[in-house]
């Protein structure tokens, strides 16, 4: 897979790091767990979006580019990422954001990502609906701006985690590790469809599951296929079967980023046993389905941590309520 033809630019701090999580293992009972901590790249407090801002910024500029316009809930992972990646490039930054989450408070809506969005620069423009956003939009959009979707999440953005991909079945090569299940988050898509499709490109003879945090399995599961199709039509090859690809929605709860009483427990368990935070929104979610796997995986289990910690703060009501006596 040579991705050399693609415009990029350097954002993260690669490769991010492989860790032996022998503590959370024991508490699970299980095989041998791994952390892949996406949540440690640098820039802009560290993310998965990183890797699909590198190429999606890349073709950005190469076009001309002087604006970026991107899109979200108000405390979107991707819009914070976005706004330091822009600041780091010299370029604009708009970011439509939209109360799509059934959360208020002051900590929810002024603090956490959407504080550092405006730290970082950008210009941030809340709506309350979909008109409200069509209007945000049209009113920052010109010749010289290009706009990313919700997440990073199209077939150019994915090549960031065709390339992850690569560089995580090296890790576990390297450790002697060529069988593993690999959990990921699956928010808008593009991060679980470029895990899938580089590791099927690869012929890695292991297994991918991809826990949804927001649309139904069904839906969840064509959206990344055709993410994956898209992805290799860049790359010039057939679309994949992804057979080693399972997708799954009971962790979601009532709906996405509305904490689960089990989303709690497990982000206390990867804290009190790795010292590891997880988020409420992604990888908490995400590590529910995680420490099920992994509790009966007659392989290794490898969890992909994609960050999203200055979320955390945006629930800092409820932590404090779940935690602040303990």
């Keep these: 897979m040579d991705l050399s033809a693609f415009p990029r630019v350097a954002l993260g701090s690669w490769p991010t790091p492989l860790d032996d999580a022998p503590r959370l293992a024991a508490a699970l009972g299980g095989p041998p767990v791994l952390l892949k901590r996406d949540d440690v790249n640098g820039l802009g407090a560290g993310g998965n979006k990183l890797r699909k801002l590198e190429f999606l910024l890349g073709r950005a500029l190469a076009d001309g580019a002087d604006t970026i316009i991107t899109f979200g809930a108000l405390q979107t992972n991707h819009g914070r990422q976005t706004a330091a990646a822009c600041a780091k490039l010299g370029l604009r930054c708009e970011l439509v954001l939209t109360a799509r989450v059934p959360m208020t408070g002051e900590a929810y809506e002024r603090s956490g990502n959407i504080v550092l969005d405006h730290v970082f620069g950008a210009n941030v423009h809340l709506c309350a609906d979909a008109e409200e956003t069509a209007a945000a939009y049209e009113k920052v959009n010109h010749d010289k701006a290009v706009t990313l979707p919700i997440g990073g999440s199209n077939g150019l953005g994915a090549l960031g985690y065709v390339a992850a991909a690569v560089e995580l079945v090296g890790q576990l090569h390297d450790r002697g590790i060529d069988d593993a299940l690999i959990v990921v988050p699956d928010g808008s898509g593009a991060t679980a469809a470029g895990i899938a499709l580089g590791t099927e490109l690869l012929g890695w003879p292991g297994k991918v599951h991809a826990a949804s945090v927001s649309h139904p399995a069904a839906e969840a599961?064509?959206?990344l296929r055709t993410l994956?199709?898209?992805?290799?039509?860049?790359?010039?090859v057939p679309e994949p079967e992804l057979a080693h690809?399972?997708?799954t929605d009971d962790t979601v709860g009532p709906g996405y980023g509305?904490?689960?009483?089990e989303m709690w427990d497990v982000?206390?368990?990867?804290?009190?046993?790795?010292?590891v935070l997880l988020d409420p929104v992604y990888t908490g979610k995400a590590?529910?389905?995680f420490r099920e796997i992994a509790a009966t995986s007659?392989?290794?289990v490898v969890f992909l941590h994609t960050g999203g910690l200055p979320g955390f703060y945006g629930y800092a009501p409820e932590a404090v309520a779940r935690f602040g006596s303990a």
């Design 267 to 275: 982000l206390k368990l990867f804290a009190e046993t790795e010292g």
């Design 228 to 236: 994956c199709a898209e992805s290799a039509a860049l790359l010039g």
């Design 221 to 223: 599961s064509q959206v």
């Design 287 to 289: 590590a529910v389905k």
């Design 258 to 261: 509305v904490p689960t009483p």
């Design 298 to 300: 007659d392989v290794p």
């Design 245 to 247: 690809l399972t997708v």
